[in-house]
């Protein structure tokens, strides 16, 4: 998924006054005297309002060895603080006609509550209060623990696709701390300590590390009082680099397969090591959020009309690219055949189409439709409470400014054939790419329940 294919306001933007700067979600901005910043996108389509604190930090900021810390800790910070005993956050937020819940990426850690309008104060409070407040026990840290050993059996263990989606990462980064899963790799979890936890959040969990997104009914004249009343008075810390090393040269590509008794269809994935907005060559990015949309962004895409539409050989095919990280991301592919076709049948196909485009072969008439499709996906976003805290929270949180989340409509918009044709060249490149069987067991009896989208297993997240 691209970084802000969940709005399409710009499209009519754009076309009608091409000189006018497009805004994408129209942001106010102010930064706290502790250095956090805040972000409040004003929506009074319903009198109701989204609260979401973005730490900078996720999963690849976890020492080596300490695998789903950065997880195991978003648990815990419903474990209570002085004031709020365990347990009782969601439930004071769902008493006030709330909602709440919690994500852990690669590179941030988010927490949110929807309220109404007239409990924004309500959840602040919580919020800020468990900032610095939190309070552990080894009895909870056990207790939570527990609850993520079985998280990880239930989602990962059980689910081949997430199985041959984590050995795929893990292969295709050779430096990068990306290489580990997000939910963690099970015996380092269950080695984690009530310390580990603790000195995790008290290096990471800091004002000046945080960025708070409040969207909905609510202004910042509204918002910048209480969040002067709530987080200003939070002390900082020294944060540690964020570090993301770069990825040396990839001399050779690798191929691997899982059988998997649970698999009743097979898959074919491809991932490519491509760069981010914040790495690698970074002038790539839009360009390659075009050439993802040319090749795999739906029915009138490459090759979903090569392999699904004109030779009836596969059920799905579809291309993602998320350019939002601190470090070298991935360009992804996935084809689910018919039933009755083989993979080595289908793969060929695959690599004729992938040829045919690092050959220059995309038109300017490909390039000018998925720009408009691009842009276009903008029009519902600004009616979204939650869409427009999403993207700017994760934008901010590797490192972008409001100003280029805001411009992102007019550099697609600029984007040139030559442009893609160049990021297809450099990133679809075999040598830098892992080629990923999913495949059934011959010997498994019939009745296994079908796979999913041939990328289901691969998360930018975990609750």
């Given at each position: 998924?691209?970084?802000?294919?969940?709005?399409?306001?710009?499209?009519?933007?754009?076309?009608?006054?091409?000189?006018?700067?497009?805004?994408?979600?129209?942001?106010?901005?102010?930064?706290?005297?502790?250095?956090?910043?805040?972000?409040?996108?004003?929506?009074?389509?319903?009198?109701?309002?989204?609260?979401?604190?973005?730490?900078?930090?996720?999963?690849?900021?976890?020492?080596?060895?300490?695998?789903?810390?950065?997880?195991?800790?978003?648990?815990?910070?419903?474990?209570?603080?002085?004031?709020?005993?365990?347990?009782?956050?969601?439930?004071?937020?769902?008493?006030?006609?709330?909602?709440?819940?919690?994500?852990?990426?690669?590179?941030?850690?988010?927490?949110?509550?929807?309220?109404?309008?007239?409990?924004?104060?309500?959840?602040?409070?919580?919020?800020?209060?468990?900032?610095?407040?939190?309070?552990?026990?080894?009895?909870?840290?056990?207790?939570?623990?527990?609850?993520?050993?079985?998280?990880?059996?239930?989602?990962?263990?059980?689910?081949?696709?997430?199985?041959?989606?984590?050995?795929?990462?893990?292969?295709?980064?050779?430096?990068?701390?990306?290489?580990?899963?997000?939910?963690?790799?099970?015996?380092?979890?269950?080695?984690?300590?009530?310390?580990?936890?603790?000195?995790?959040?008290?290096?990471?969990?800091?004002?000046?590390?945080?960025?708070?997104?409040?969207?909905?009914?609510?202004?910042?004249?509204?918002?910048?009082?209480?969040?002067?009343?709530?987080?200003?008075?939070?002390?900082?810390?020294?944060?540690?680099?964020?570090?993301?090393?770069?990825?040396?040269?990839?001399?050779?590509?690798?191929?691997?397969?899982?059988?998997?008794?649970r698999v009743a269809q097979p898959a074919w994935i491809r991932l490519y090591l491509a760069p981010s907005i914040r790495a690698g060559q970074s002038d790539l990015a839009e360009?390659?959020?075009?050439?993802?949309?040319?090749?795999?962004?739906?029915?009138?895409?490459?090759?979903?009309?090569?392999?699904?539409?004109?030779?009836?050989?596969?059920?799905?095919?579809?291309?993602?690219?998320?350019?939002?990280?601190?470090?070298?991301?991935?360009?992804?592919?996935?084809?689910?055949?018919?039933?009755?076709?083989?993979?080595?049948?289908?793969?060929?196909?695959?690599?004729?189409?992938?040829?045919?485009?690092?050959?220059?072969?995309?038109?300017?008439?490909?390039?000018?439709?998925?720009?408009?499709?691009?842009?276009?996906?903008?029009?519902?976003?600004?009616?979204?409470?939650?869409?427009?805290?999403?993207?700017?929270?994760?934008?901010?949180?590797?490192?972008?400014?409001?100003?280029?989340?805001?411009?992102?409509?007019?550099?697609?918009?600029?984007?040139?054939?030559?442009?893609?044709?160049?990021?297809?060249?450099?990133?679809?490149?075999?040598?830098?790419?892992?080629?990923?069987?999913?495949?059934?067991?011959?010997?498994?009896?019939?009745?296994?329940?079908?796979?999913?989208?041939?990328?289901?297993?691969?998360?930018?997240?975990?609750?």
């Amino acid at each position: 998924m691209t970084l802000f294919r969940l709005c399409a306001l710009f499209l009519g933007l754009l076309l009608a006054a091409p000189s006018a700067q497009a805004r994408l979600f129209d942001p106010e901005t102010f930064i706290l005297a502790n250095g956090m910043q805040v972000v409040v996108i004003t929506n009074r389509r319903a009198p109701i309002v989204s609260h979401m604190v973005w730490y900078k930090v996720g999963a690849a900021d976890e020492v080596a060895g300490k695998s789903g810390l950065a997880h195991l800790l978003e648990h815990l910070m419903f474990k209570g603080t002085p004031t709020v005993p365990p347990g009782e956050f969601s439930k004071i937020v769902a008493r006030n006609g709330g909602r709440d819940n919690a994500f852990t990426s690669s590179d941030f850690t988010g927490y949110y509550q929807n309220v109404a309008a007239d409990k924004l104060e309500l959840v602040m409070r919580l919020e800020s209060d468990r900032m610095r407040n939190l309070v552990l026990d080894e009895k909870n840290f056990r207790t939570e623990l527990a609850v993520v050993l079985e998280e990880r059996r239930s989602r990962v263990e059980n689910n081949p696709a997430a199985l041959l989606a984590e050995q795929m990462e893990a292969v295709l980064y050779l430096n990068s701390p990306y290489q580990r899963p997000i939910i963690g790799w099970e015996t380092e979890i269950a080695g984690l300590t009530l310390d580990d936890a603790l000195a995790f959040y008290r290096r990471w969990y800091a004002p000046n590390n945080a960025t708070l997104i409040v969207a909905g009914d609510v202004d910042a004249v509204t918002v910048r009082p209480l969040a002067e009343k709530y987080y200003g008075g939070i002390e900082t810390s020294v944060l540690p680099p964020r570090a993301r090393p770069e990825e040396p040269p990839i001399r050779a590509p690798r191929r691997i397969s899982l059988t998997d008794a649970r698999v009743a269809q097979p898959a074919w994935i491809r991932l490519y090591l491509a760069p981010s907005i914040r790495a690698g060559q970074s002038d790539l990015a839009e360009p390659l959020e075009v050439l993802a949309e040319i090749m795999g962004g739906g029915s009138t895409s490459r090759l979903y009309r090569s392999l699904v539409v004109d030779r009836s050989l596969a059920a799905s095919a579809s291309v993602s690219y998320d350019s939002t990280a601190v470090g070298q991301t991935s360009l992804r592919i996935g084809v689910t055949p018919q039933p009755g076709v083989p993979l080595d049948k289908l793969e060929p196909l695959i690599d004729q189409e992938i040829a045919a485009i690092t050959k220059g072969a995309i038109t300017t008439d490909e390039v000018e439709r998925a720009k408009a499709r691009l842009i276009a996906s903008a029009a519902y976003s600004r009616d979204s409470l939650h869409t427009g805290a999403q993207t700017l929270g994760q934008a901010l949180t590797v490192g972008m400014t409001v100003a280029e989340v805001e411009a992102w409509p007019e550099r697609v918009a600029a984007i040139t054939p030559e442009q893609v044709a160049r990021a297809a060249a450099l990133v679809l490149d075999a040598r830098g790419s892992v080629t990923g069987l999913l495949l059934p067991d011959p010997k498994a009896p019939p009745g296994a329940k079908p796979a999913a989208s041939p990328l289901s297993g691969f998360q930018k997240g975990v609750h």
